[in-house]
C-alpha cells in the first residue's frame, strides 16, 4: 500500500463530499488528509484528498469518482509528482516555552512562525510536510506540553507543466460553460 493524493475538480455542490466519501469507503480506504478550496478558475473547487491504496485500487477509485456527474476530472498522483506541504499551528504555554531557552534556535531549527503571544500562551505556526509537523509537535510536547494541535490536510500542486494544466482546467471551463462533460 502506498500513499496517494487525489485531486478532484468539481463545481461546488452541496453532497458532493458524501459522494466522494462513499465511493472511498466502499472500497475500505481511509482518508488521511482532506483540503478543499476554490481553484484558478472561477467557480471550479479542487478537492484534495491522500488516502492509502495499492496501485490497483486507486485506478478503480479515480475512475469511479470521475464517473460522477458532478466531477469535472479526477486523477490521482504520487508524492514524486507533487509539490506539497501541510501546516500546523501550535498553542503552548508561553512560561514553558521561554524557560526553554533560545526560542530563535527553535525557530531556526524548525523554520516556524510566531502568530500571536501573550503571558499565558504562544501560537506558532509550522508549513512543512507530515514529518517535520509532527517532529515538532513530539518535542514541543516533551519540553513545553502542547495545550492545542491543529494540521491542516495536504495541499499540493503538481510538479507537471504549468501550460498543460493551464490548459486542461481551461478545457474544464470552457466544458463547464457549454454544460458538457469531457
Known sequence: ?????????????????????IILTRRGLNIETLSVSPSAIEG???????????????????????????????YYNTDEDLVF?????YKLPTGKLLALGSIEELVRRYNIRILDITDVWTVIEKTGRYEETQ?????????????????SGRIAITKSN??????????VQLAVGSGSKQ
Open 135 to 151: 517532529a515538532l509537535f513530539e518535542e514541543l510536547s516533551k519540553k513545553t506540553g502542547v495545550l492545542q494541535f491543529i494540521r
Open 85 to 89: 506541504q501541510e501546516i500546523a499551528l
Open 1 to 21: 500500500m502506498a500513499l496517494y493524493t487525489i485531486t478532484i475538480f468539481s463545481e461546488n455542490m452541496v453532497g458532493l463530499l458524501n459522494q466522494i466519501t
Open 44 to 74: 471550479i473547487h479542487k478537492f484534495t484528498i491522500t488516502t492509502f491504496a495499492d496501485p490497483e485500487m486507486i485506478v478503480k477509485v479515480v475512475k469511479q469518482i470521475d464517473k460522477r456527474v458532478d466531477i469535472i476530472k479526477a
Open 162 to 171: 504549468v501550460e498543460k494544466l493551464t490548459d486542461m482546467l481551461a478545457a
